[in-house]
C-alpha cells in the first residue's frame, strides 16, 4: 500500500513538472494538428491520437522527459517533513552547509569593499558594443586580474569536511580502530567492493569495455566494431533509458556527443538558442563581480592546459552566461546548498531588497572552469555546450562542493575512498599516515573535479562514461583508491608528504578503465 502511494506521489511530482514544460504545449499542438488527418475516427479518437504521437517520436520525447525528472526529482519523504529534510536529512550536515556558505559570501563581499568592486553594474554603451564584437575572442583579452583572487580553493574546503563530526554519534562504538586512521570522522554508509561488484557488474573482467586494449575470449577491434552498431541503433533509437545502459561500458568518440545529450534530455531546439541568446545579452548588458573570478579561474587552470588552452573562448562564454541562469537555482531544491543573497545598494538588512547573487545561485571557486573544459571536445556550438553542461552540473558537479549525505556527495566520496584504502591496502595507508601524507590530502583535489585536468582527456571521458552511465559519481572515489593501489610500490618507499604528491603528481599517463577493473574485481576479499 505505501509502495503504490510513493508512486503516485512521484507520477504527480512528474506530472506538474512536465505540464508547464515546453514539451507540454508541443505535444498539445500535435494532438490537435492530427484531429484533421483522415486517419483519425471519432469513434477511437483517444487511441488513433496516442497511436499517431507514438509513430511521430513525440512519445518517445515524452518518456525521455519523464526519465530525466525521474533523475532530478526531489526524493520522497515524509508527508509532515519540513521542507529542508528534503534538501538534506541531516542537521549537522546543513548546519555545516550553512556556516561554509556564509564564509564563503563574507570573502566575496569583502573582495568587493577592499577593491571597491561593485557585485553588479550596468555596462556603458560603449563597453556594451566592444564586448558584443570580441564575444568570440574574449581570450585575447587581458584584463587586470591581479587584484582578484579566488574565493576558495578545494584544499579550504577539504578543511571544513575534516572537522565535520555528527554530534549524535559515539566514535568509542565503533568496532574497527581502524575508522579513526582517516580524515573523515563522520558514520555515513559507503559501499565496500562486494557491493561495489553488483552496482558496477557490466565493468567486470569478463565484459568487454572500451578503454580496454586486450580480452582474453575476443579481440578488441571486434567487439569495437559491434559496439559502435549497436550504439548507432541507440542513438537512432532516442531512447535516453537504453542510452545510459549502454554507456556503462563506454561510449564510441564518434558517438559519445550524441549519447551524452540523450542520457541528459539535453535537446538544442530553437527555444533552447534562444535561451542562450537572452543569456548572452545578459552578459553583455551587466558586468558582475563573479565575472572577475570566471577569467582568474580559466586563466589559472584551463589557459595553463595543454589540453584545453584552445577552448578559453568557449569557456568564458558559457561560464558567463551560466552566471546569469536563474533555471540553475531550480536545483537547489534537491541540494543541500542554500541560494547566497545579497542586498540591493543601500538596503543593506532589508529582505525585501535581497537578491539572489550570482543570480544562478552559484559563487565559482579554483578550478571551477575544468567542469566544462572536457565537454568542448564533444560540442563546438555553444548553445549545446551550454546546456549539456547545465544538466552536468544540476545532476552530478553541484554534489562535488556541497556539503551532503547523499552517496554521490563530496562527503561521502571522501569516506568510501579512505574506506577502501584502510580495508585493502591497510600497510600503505598506515604508513602514509605516519609519515604525515593522509592519503586524502592528495586526491581530493582530484575527486572535487572529476579527475578534470588530472587525467588524459579521452581516460577522463571513458570515466564520465560511466559517471553517466551510473548514474552516480562513486565510480570517482573507486578510481581515486585504484590510482593509489597502482602506485603502492612506489609509495611504500616515500618518507614524506611531498615525495607521496611526487609519486602521484602526473596522471596524465594513466588507463582508467584497467584501473577501476582491476581494483573491484581483482581485489582478493
Known sequence: MEEDTELSVSIAQVVQRLSGSHLHSQ??????????????????????????????????????????????????????????????????????????EKRVLKSLNSMSTELGVPLARMRPAAEQKELTNKWNEMGTD???????????????????????????????????????????????????????????????????????DDYAHIHPDLFENDYVQIGKKVVGEQDSAAAQQYSRQGCPTGLRADLWALILNSTNQPQDVMYYEQLKAGVIQHDL?????????????????????????????????FSRDTAVLEHFKYN???????????????????????????????????????????????????????????????RLHSISSSPSGI?????????????????????????????LRIAFKWMVRGFSGYLSTDQLLLLWDRILGYDSLEVVAVLAAAVFAFRAENLMEVTSLASAEAVLADLSTLKVMPLIQIFLFATAI
Request: glycine share 4%.
Open 142 to 212: 587581458e584584463p587586470d586580474l591581479s587584484r582578484f583572487r579566488p574565493v576558495y580553493a578545494p584544499k579550504d574546503f577539504l578543511e571544513v569536511l575534516i572537522s565535520l563530526r555528527n554530534p549524535n554519534h559515539d566514535s568509542s562504538e565503533d568496532i574497527s580502530a581502524k575508522s579513526h586512521w582517516g580524515l573523515i570522522q563522520v558514520p555515513l554508509n559507503v559501499g565496500d567492493i562486494p557491493q561495489l561488484r553488483q552496482t558496477y557488474a557490466e565493468l567486470n573482467l569478463n565484459t568487454g569495455q572500451l578503454g580496454i
Open 289 to 321: 563581480l563573479v565575472d572577475n573570478l570566471i577569467y582568474k579561474d580559466v586563466k589559472l587552470t584551463a589557459s595553463n592546459d595543454d589540453y584545453y588552452f584552445v577552448f578559453e573562448d568557449f569557456l568564458y562564454q558559457v561560464l558567463l552566461c
Open 27 to 100: 505535444i498539445e499542438r500535435q494532438a490537435k494538428d492530427c484531429l484533421h488527418r483522415p486517419d483519425i475516427k471519432l469513434e477511437s479518437l483517444k487511441e488513433d491520437v496516442r497511436s499517431f504521437l507514438k509513430t511521430s517520436g513525440w512519445e518517445k520525447k515524452l518518456q525521455n522527459a519523464v526519465y530525466r525528472e525521474l533523475h532530478i526529482r526531489l526524493p520522497l519523504s515524509h508527508p509532515t517533513a519540513p521542507p529542508e529534510h528534503l534538501k538534506e536529512p541531516l542537521a549537522y550536515m546543513r548546519k555545516a552547509q550553512a556556516s561554509w
Open 336 to 398: 543541500s546548498a542554500t541560494p547566497p543573497k545579497s542586498y540591493i545598494h543601500g538596503k543593506v538588512g532589508d529582505e525585501e531588497c535581497a537578491v539572489v547573487y550570482p543570480p544562478n545561485g552559484v559563487i565559482p571557486f579554483h578550478g571551477f572552469s575544468m567542469y566544462v573544459a572536457p565537454l568542448c571536445f564533444l560540442y563546438n556550438e555553444p548553445s549545446k555546450l551550454y546546456s549539456v553542461f547545465r544538466e552536468m552540473y544540476i545532476r552530478y558537479f553541484f
Open 411 to 439: 562527503v561521502s566520496l571522501c569516506l568510501q575512498f579512505e574506506r577502501l584504502l584502510q580495508t585493502h591496502l591497510p600497510q600503505l595507508f598506515y604508513h602514509l599516515r605516519q609519515i604525515g601524507a593522509q592519503p
